[in-house]
Every structure is written in C-alpha cells, then in structure tokens.
C-alpha cells in the first residue's frame, strides 16, 4: 500500500471506528458486529504502527469509546452528572486467536524472567462497566467508565440493583473502589424486548446494549424494574495492599460484594487453554452473557513489573469468543408495515440451525443497513443470533454471490396501500403516512389495542383481519358495538368463542386509566410512561388539555414524547376516538377505587418474586401486589421478603430461595394476607352474553 492510500485507509478506518463507538456507547445501537469492529481496529493498530507519521494522539486506538452522555436531554433537563475517576478506568487488550494468548504468556513469562506466578482466569462478562466507591462501608458513589477519565455518576441507579450491598460487612477498608459490570440476564432481556416489540420501540441488540441503557434510565424505579445484577472483578492495584488478585478478590466477597464464582488460578498455558475450551462450550449455559476469557497475572508485584500501555494494561489479556454465526441464501426480502407505518425490511432465509434453533427470517433494519451491506437477492448472508430474540444479518460473503444476484429496491410506496412513503432527516427508517387509511396500520393499532398488557379483549391476528375486512372494527371504539350476531355470521365463530370474546370485551371495562392510555397507541408512549403520564394527570381531559410545557414538567417525558401526545390530542382521530371510548364506558381518570391506586398497604416494604402461572394472569398478579404497596423483582435475593410460586413455579427460583433461606409463599397465602380477600380464588365473572 502507498502512503497517500494508506492515509486514506486510516482516516476512512478512524471515521467507521468512531461512529460505531458512539452508536454503541451512545445509543446502544452498534452499527457492526464486536468482531468486524475489533478486525478493523486492528487493521488501524497495523496500518498506525507501519506509518508512525500518521499517528494522531484523538485516534481511537489510543482511546476508550465514551458512553457519557451529554449534560441534557432533548428537554434540556440534565441528565448525569460526571465526576473523575480516581484512577483511570482501562480496556483490555482483545483477541480472537489462541495463538495471540500463547505469545501474551510468553511475552510475560519472558518479562518476569524467572519469577514465581500464576494467572487468574475469567470470565469477559458482556455487559457495561462500573466503578464502585465504598466509604465507611457505604456505596458512596457508582461510574460508568465514560471516557476512561470520568464517568456518569448513576449512584441512584446503582442503588436499585438487587446484588450491589449499600452497606459491607466484615474487616473492610475505610475507602475505596472496586470494578465490575452490570449485567441483564438473558431471560430479563426476553422480556424486556417483547414489550418493546409490542410498542414499536426499536428492540436492544443484545444484552449488553440493554444493561447499558437500562444503567443510564433517569427514574431509578424503572431501573429497579429491569432485573440487573453485577459482579466485581477488579480493585485498582496501587489503592490497596493485597500480594495477589486472587486474595483481593477472596477479600471483596468477605465483605459481602458480589464476585464470581467461576475464577480459575492456572499455571502455565495448557490450564489457560484448558479454562478457555471449557467456558467456550458451558458458556452456552449461563443465564447471563459472556463474550470470552480474561486471563490476568495474578502477583500484583509482576503486575506492576509489567505496567500499563495508554489503553491497556499489560498483565492482562481477553481472549474474545465469536459470536455463533451461519451462513445462507437470501431467498428474498419482505417489506413489513407496522402501527406506526415504520416499514422494516426483513430477509427470507433459507432455513438454517443457529443456537439451537432454525432460523428462516432475520432482520435488515433498514435501508441504509441494507446498502452499507451491499446485500442482494440470493446473496449468501451470515446470520447472528448472540442473545438477541430477533436474528440478524451481519454480512454478506461476497465471494459466492452468483451471477445475475438482484440488487433489492428498498420500496417507495408503502406495500400495503402504496401511498408514497416518507422519511424524515433524523430517522433511519421510512414511514407511512397514511395512518389512518392504510389497513396494516389500521389492524396493528387494534392488535395493539387488544394485547394482553392494554385492554386484554381475547382477539388474535386472525380475529383482527376478519372485522377488518367484514368492516366489522376499523378503530378501537368499533369493537365496543361488535354483536354477537355479526360474530357468528363470520367463518369459525361459534357461540362458545363469541362468548368468550364479547366477555373480554365486556371485562375490559373495566381496566384502569393507565393502561387505557397505553392501549390508545400514542407514538413513544409505552407502558411506563402512559403509567407516569396518567399518574402526574389524573385524567384524559387533563393530559388533553395540557401544554406542551406541562408535558415537559413530567419526568422523563422530553421533547420527542410531548410532542407526540400533542399531536395525538389536536388531531380529529385521537379527540374522536377518545370520546368514542368515553361513550362505551372506558375508564378515563385514575379511579382511587381501582387498580391504579393504592387498595393498601399490607405489602408495604415488601420485595416480592412471583414464579409460575395463577388463577390470574401473571401482569395482574403484578398489578394486585403494586396495589397493595408490595415491590416486585424479578430474581430472588437475599432482599426479596417472600416469593409467591404459583403452578410450574421455575427450579432454579426454588433452589435460591432455599440456599438464601427466603419464604415461599403460595398464591392462597398472598391473598389471605390482603385485606378483603380471604385467600380464596374465584369463578371468573358471570357472563354478559
Ligand atoms: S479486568 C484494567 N475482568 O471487558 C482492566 N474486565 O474489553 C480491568 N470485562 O474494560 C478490567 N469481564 O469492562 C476485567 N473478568 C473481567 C472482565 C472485564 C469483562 C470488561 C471490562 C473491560 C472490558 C475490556
């Protein structure tokens, strides 16, 4: 490569490598896998090393990403405050070849010529960094790494993770710091992305992504909510006297923090080899993510023999695993229109095993991700699953495209009513505006308007089509006048499904203020905040009447979502459909009679696990325990007050609650422990047909 290439190359790599960075740390939204990221960060490190003239002090190898986030938010309130870190928080250097951690091994045993030492082996938890302060025994202050200099302080949130102790116990020292990660197991992740798929907000890729957005939440209740836990991993050397990392370690557990388990002491590459062949396969195991295996000097005098790069120390090295691909043919591409009209490509595949199951349709994203790409039609692709419940294409491998391959039009009218789609400057993704004629959009705001955690009416896809092209329901009001006449003209309904669904419709009645607000499918206004929203107003005329600055007053409502509540309310549809609904008897206020409120206080200070399946839906044991004052988790700990097993409660629930001595309660208990309920579980209401 010349010189005037080679500068090319190296100001295109620091150009890719930067915006990845700050779409991971910023937005949680990588642009590209961990593994093409490391790839071309090497190949910069290389390119830098051969042109040393090129070298430049801001280029990302010499730099950690940044996940700080700017003073404010879109409503220019301040979102974290940034504080110094005492001792500069460091990456790893990162492999994907056991040979590197071969020459790694060498280079030290080379170094520390003839000295005594052992390394203390990992596992990479894939998640988001912290730094922990703990003065006097208390948590003072919780970082994010930030820029490595200085991190967000999300003391608050910390506070709210159900593993990291306010208070230590034992022989600890008077103050210092401690490093780890915060992770969301995966079965939390599951859940968080459902109900993001369920209100159109983009799903988390992975993770990590996940954890890392839910650590930088502004209401530390919501964080609560979303089942983090930490481990700790590393006490910065020169801040205490301990001879090794082992003991440090062994130290931070006495004193009640939580530290892994999974740590080896190996002497000698065969035992590194073996730890590491070892976790590559258990790994698939664990209820949380790992991405690989740090391997680190455990004497903590060899690890200041051997020091630190800019960016690195050198007694530690992290072998990355790649994540689990497979390779297949693009069959071709699906254009799919959502509630909001946002239409999201999705690919065809022809059916292949990944992880354990068969995968035959994977995301695009959008068009920029389909170009950058350069995909087309009978491409083979590679596909990644790693944690995410939405397979995705990662890459195209350019060298079986056969000839003639189809470039994909990415459409220009929406394929669903061909109205002509738009896109605005700061979205990457295409909408149509047909929102109130486009049928997709039409069926997908009743589907959202029937799902389980909105007005729970029992009406499936198919349901939704049929009094769709009947004209039977066109918006939600419609299936409050829906008879069970017009159900039986239509095919498959009998009087037994009539029945059940014009129950449903009739129970649904009586579903509280807040989740009405959800079921309205205002754009941004998910679960919580149509919860925050209905709490801070009281009621629909309210929040109806109230200005953009009222909006703004609320927490964690900023521009984008004031806005939106905005429109939905000066628009003729939402004002209509409002008033429809007030007609067909809809709850439109908080009702401190009904769920929403408080019913009492008997679970006051009480942190509840719910386990298995009860005579009610699991969303409304949630509901009866928050209305009673109780706090719900969503993994045992030696917090919880008492866990509730209903039929098919999980084992591994069980078994901790048996190791940290938590009561189990049963669904029965849990009621004779309300007032006015006297533990027995009752008929369903009697029917209305
Ligand atoms: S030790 C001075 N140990 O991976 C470096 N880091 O890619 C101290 N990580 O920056 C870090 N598991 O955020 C260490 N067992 C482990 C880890 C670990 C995950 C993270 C950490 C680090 C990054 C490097």
């Known amino acids: 490569m010349d010189k005037t290439t080679a500068k090319y190359r190296i100001d295109e790599l620091r150009r890719i490598l930067k915006e990845n960075s700050d779409r991971y740390y910023l937005d949680n939204a990588p642009t590209m896998s961990d593994y093409e ?253 790992t991405d690989g295996i740090v391997v680190k000097i455990n004497e903590m005098d060899c690890q200041r023999a051997l020091g630190y790069t800019s960016k690195f120390p050198r007694w530690a090295v992290a072998y990355k695993f790649k994540a689990e691909q497979a390779c297949t043919k693009l069959l071709g591409i699906d254009y799919q229109v959502g509630r909001t009209g946002a239409v999201t490509p999705v690919a065809n595949l022809e059916p292949v095993q990944l992880s354990g199951t068969v995968v035959k349709r994977a995301t695009l994203n959008n068009e920029d991700q389909m170009r950058q790409m350069d995909i087309r039609i009978g491409d083979s692709v590679y596909v990644e699953k790693g944690g995410e419940i939405i397979p995705k294409i990662t890459s195209v491998e350019l060298s079986l495209r056969p000839s003639g391959a189809k470039v994909p039009e990415f459409p220009r009218l929406c394929p669903d009513c061909g109205t002509p789609l738009v896109r605005m400057d700061d979205e990457a993704r295409w909408f149509c505006p047909n929102t109130y004629g486009c049928p997709m959009q039409i069926k997908g705001r009743l589907m959202h308007f029937v799902s389980r955690k909105a007005m729970d009416i029992l009406a499936g896809e198919a349901s939704i089509d049929q009094f769709y092209e009947a004209s039977i329901a066109r918006r939600p009001s419609d299936l409050y006048k829906i008879n069970a006449y017009q159900l039986l003209s239509l095919p498959g309904w009998q009087e037994r499904s009539a029945r059940k669904f014009l129950d449903s419709v009739a129970t649904s009645r009586k579903v509280p203020f807040e989740r009405v607000l959800y079921a309205l499918g205002i754009r941004y206004v998910g679960e919580t905040t149509a919860r925050t929203l ?108 008492f866990l509730v097993a209903g039929e098919k409660s999980g084992p591994e629930k069980l078994r901790k609650c048996e190791k940290l001595g938590v009561r189990v309660i049963s669904e029965q208990e849990l009621r004779s422990m309300l007032p006015g309920d006297d533990g027995k579980i009752r008929e369903p209401e009697p029917s209305l047909f």
């Open 37 to 289: 990221f490391d790839q071309l960060m090497h190949e910069l490190e290389g390119l830098e090393k051969e042109y040393p003239e090129f070298a430049r002090a801001d280029s990302p190898t010499r730099r950690v990403g940044s996940d700080l986030e700017s003073g404010a938010d879109a409503a220019g309130k301040t979102v974290f405050v940034q504080k110094p870190h005492r001792y500069p928080m460091l990456s790893l250097g990162n492999t994907y070849s056991i040979s590197e951690v071969e020459e790694f091994v060498a280079r030290a045993e080379k170094a520390l010529g003839g000295r005594k030492f052992s390394y203390c082996c990992e596992q990479k938890f894939d998640g988001t960094a912290i730094c922990l302060t703990y003065s006097s025994g208390r948590l003072v202050q919780a970082l994010t790494r930030g820029d490595g200099t200085k991190g967000d302080d999300v003391t608050a949130n910390a506070l709210q993770i159900s593993n990291i102790p306010r208070t230590l116990k034992g022989d600890y020292p008077a103050d210092f710091e401690i490093r780890g990660e915060v992770l969301m197991p995966y079965e939390a992740f599951d859940r968080l992305n459902e109900e993001r798929l369920e209100q159109e907000d983009p799903p988390f890729a992975n993770p990590r992504n996940a954890a890392s957005g839910s650590l930088k939440l502004t209401d530390p209740r919501e964080v609560a909510s979303r089942g983090l836990f930490c481990v700790l991993y590393h006490i910065p050397a020169d801040s205490l006297s301990f001879e090794s990392h082992a003991q440090a370690m062994e130290a931070a557990r006495s004193w009640g923090l939580p530290v892994s388990d999974k740590a080896r002491l190996c002497h000698g590459i065969d035992e590194i080899k073996a730890y590491i062949d070892y976790w590559d396969v258990q790994r698939k195991y664990l209820p949380y993510a």
């Open 534 to 641: 209905a709490r801070h107003f009281g009621s629909i005329d309210a929040l109806a009447a109230a200005s953009r600055e009222q909006l703004l007053e609320v927490g964690d409502v900023g521009e984008v979502i004031a806005g939106s509540v905005a429109d939905f309310f000066a628009g003729s549809y939402g004002r209509e459909e409002v008033s429809l609904l007030k007609e067909a008897g809809l709850h439109f206020e908080t009702d401190p009679d009904s769920i929403p409120g408080r019913l009492s206080d008997a679970l006051e200070g009480k942190t509840i696990v719910i386990s298995g399946n009860f005579s009610i839906s699991r969303d409304k044991m949630k509901e009866m325990i928050a209305a009673h004052g109780g706090r719900l988790a969503s993994s045992v700990s030696s917090r919880t007050s």
